[in-house]
């Protein structure tokens, strides 16, 4: 819990229980969540509770929101040193069609896209659909 309670403090996030709890849930998941599996997993929780906490975390800059097209906002952790600024820090998401999970693609950034005069973009997601690695094996 040491570690966590430095991330979160490192965010200026105050350490509560259920704020724990949910940060080692994101740190254990290798695809974007929903408020739903959050709720799933924390049976026994409020659901504006961990819809605040989930929040919380990103306006806070611990995780980040997709849109995959799904309607079901998803949520993800962010790399270390990220600011979800446009010009440096987004990168690609992948939905699988065949599973419906939804991964960060870190590795592959968004490029910088110049909008015309008087235009400002506020967010910028780039999403590919297709059949996951894990799928394709199958």
């Known amino acids: 819990m040491q570690n966590l309670e430095k991330i979160l403090a490192h965010n ?13 849930f994101l740190l254990n998941k290798k695809v974007a969540i929903s408020l739903t599996d959050v709720e799933n997993y924390f ?5 504006t509770t ?10 806070k800059g611990i995780s980040h929101k997709i849109d995959d097209g799904t ?11 990220c600011h979800c600024e446009i010009d440096t820090d987004l990168h690609l998401h992948f939905h699988c069609t065949n599973c419906n999970e939804t991964v960060c ?34």
Request: charge should be positive; include cysteine.
């Open 43 to 47: 049976d026994q929780s409020d659901r």
């Open 50 to 59: 961990l819809y605040r906490t989930l929040n919380t975390f990103v306006a």
């Open 105 to 138: 693609i870190t590795d592959y950034k968004i490029p910088q896209i110049h909008l015309p005069i008087g235009y400002i973009a506020e967010n910028v997601n780039l999403v590919v659909k297709g059949i996951c690695d894990k799928c394709n094996c199958k």
């Open 12 to 24: 200026h996030i105050k350490p509560t229980a259920m704020r724990l709890l949910v940060l080692q």
């Open 71 to 81: 309607g079901i906002t998803k949520y993800a952790l962010c790399e270390e040193n």
